[in-house]
């Protein structure tokens, strides 16, 4: 595709529930990385995958929060047993390269998670 | 650990007016600078880096950005502002070799007719 998507773009969930959050970033990037972002903040950082392997999930906020991109392209983020301070817009990005911090960053849309 | 402060969360100002959003960092060790672009119901996309070189910075849409490492400031300027420039501007930092970038609490900009 042209650029990345994310799936679904809006989700609301009980609180208990799980969700799986889906981003399909462009063709042949390298790097994935995952964010969340709260009302009126900037992008939080929760975890990079360079290819298949997760390098860094330093950002993940709690053992309830999993990430995974067992084929070095599409990557699902989870959340398990749901809360409402869960509820933000979680953007996933790629990057072509394996990230030296210098590359651009390319966002997708986001999804907006709302926890009930 | 790295930080960025954003100073001004909402900038409005009248088109074709110059405008400066501020962004201030800290770090320990040597940083690159972004600073991001969010149009309404819009991914970020990049507006302009400074990896290293001239302090001067140029990007996108007539937007540049000046790197003053005594000041660890990268503050973003346009000479003359449009209508279609209303967005939110987030400034963001990362290390020499790392996987995080850190992203200030962004600015709103809010362009007038």
């Known amino acids: 595709g042209a650029g990345v998507s994310q799936s679904p773009r809006y989700k609301v969930a009980k609180r208990g529930q799980d969700v799986a959050l889906r981003c399909d970033p462009i063709?042949?990037?390298?790097?994935l990385f995952w964010y969340q972002q709260a009302l009126g903040q900037g992008p939080e950082f929760l975890t990079y995958?360079?290819?298949?392997?997760?390098?860094?999930k330093s950002g993940l906020p709690s053992d309830r929060f999993f990430a995974e991109r067992p084929e070095g392209s599409v990557s699902t983020l989870k959340i398990q047993r749901t809360q409402q301070e869960d509820s933000a817009v979680y953007l996933c990005?790629?990057?072509?390269?394996?990230?030296?911090?210098?590359?651009?960053?390319?966002f997708g849309p986001g999804t907006r998670l709302t926890v009930l | 650990a790295q930080s960025v402060t954003q100073l001004d969360s909402q900038v409005p100002v009248f088109e074709e007016a110059p405008v400066e959003l501020r962004c201030n960092y800290s770090?320990?060790?040597?940083?690159?600078l972004f600073w991001y672009v969010q149009y309404p119901n819009q991914g970020l996309q990049l507006l302009l880096k400074?990896?290293?070189?001239?302090?001067l910075v140029k990007g996108i849409n007539g937007f540049e950005a000046e790197f003053n490492k005594s000041q660890t400031s990268f503050h973003l300027r346009k000479p003359s502002v449009h209508i279609s420039d209303t967005a939110e501007y987030f400034c963001?930092?990362?290390?020499?070799?790392?996987?995080?970038?850190?992203f200030g609490a962004g600015t709103r900009l809010f362009v007038k007719a």
């Open positions: 990005a790629s990057s072509l390269l394996r990230t030296s911090g210098s590359d651009e960053q390319f």
């Open positions: 400074y990896l290293s070189g001239s302090t």
């Open positions: 963001a930092v990362s290390e020499g070799g790392g996987f995080k970038t850190i």
């Open positions: 770090s320990s060790v040597s940083v690159y």
């Open positions: 063709s042949g990037h390298v790097s």
């Open positions: 995958f360079q290819n298949e392997a997760q390098l860094d």
